[in-house]
C-alpha cells in the first residue's frame, strides 16, 4: 500500500541516517546495500558503518542537515525511490556541504530497508526550505 505516510518515515530515516549513528546506519541498511561517494567510490554497508565509526571517534558528526526539492517514484508496493537536496554541516565547522542524493529502499518483514544509496557533490544551490538541527 502507498501512501504519503510511509514517504514521511523513510525522510525520517534519511535525516537520521544523517546524525552518523553507526548501529542506526547498520540497521537501516539492508546487508548487501550499495553506496556511493565520491569520497570512497561504491562500497557496501559494513564498510560504511566502520568509517561511520571512525568519524565518530574523530568527533566528525554532521551537526545540520536541511533536505530539498525532495521526490519519490514508487517502482512497486515494496520498493521505492526517494531523491533530494541535501545541504550539511560537519560539527565545528563553518563550511556547508551540498549534495544530489537518491536512495532506493525495499520494505520487507523487519520494515524499510535501504539497498541503494548515491551522493553526489554539487555546487551551492538556492537557499534550502527546511533546516532539521541534529542532535
Known amino acids: 500500500m502507498r501512501n504519503p505516510?510511509?514517504?514521511?518515515?523513510?525522510?525520517?530515516?534519511?535525516?537520521?541516517?544523517?546524525?552518523?549513528?553507526?548501529e542506526f546506519y547498520h540497521m537501516a541498511l539492508r546487508e548487501d546495500a550499495i553506496l556511493v561517494?565520491?569520497?570512497?567510490?561504491?562500497?557496501?554497508r559494513d564498510f560504511a558503518v566502520d568509517a561511520i565509526r571512525k568519524e565518530k571517534a574523530e568527533n566528525r558528526v554532521w551537526e545540520e542537515v536541511a533536505l530539498d526539492d525532495v521526490q519519490h517514484t514508487w517502482i512497486t508496493d515494496d520498493v521505492v525511490v526517494i531523491t533530494y537536496r541535501a545541504a550539511a554541516k560537519w560539527k565545528n565547522e563553518l563550511q556547508w556541504h551540498h549534495a544530489l542524493a537518491s536512495s532506493v529502499y525495499n520494505r520487507n518483514?523487519?520494515?524499510?530497508?535501504?539497498?541503494?544509496?548515491?551522493?553526489?557533490?554539487?555546487?551551492?544551490?538556492?537557499?534550502?526550505?527546511?533546516?532539521?538541527?541534529?542532535?
Open 5 to 22: 505516510e510511509q514517504i514521511i518515515q523513510l525522510l525520517d530515516i534519511e535525516k537520521k541516517l544523517w546524525t552518523n549513528d553507526p
Open 37 to 44: 561517494f565520491r569520497e570512497t567510490g561504491v562500497i557496501g
Open 109 to 135: 518483514p523487519e520494515g524499510w530497508k535501504m539497498v541503494f544509496h548515491q551522493q553526489t557533490t554539487i555546487e551551492k544551490p538556492t537557499a534550502p526550505a527546511e533546516d532539521v538541527e541534529l542532535s
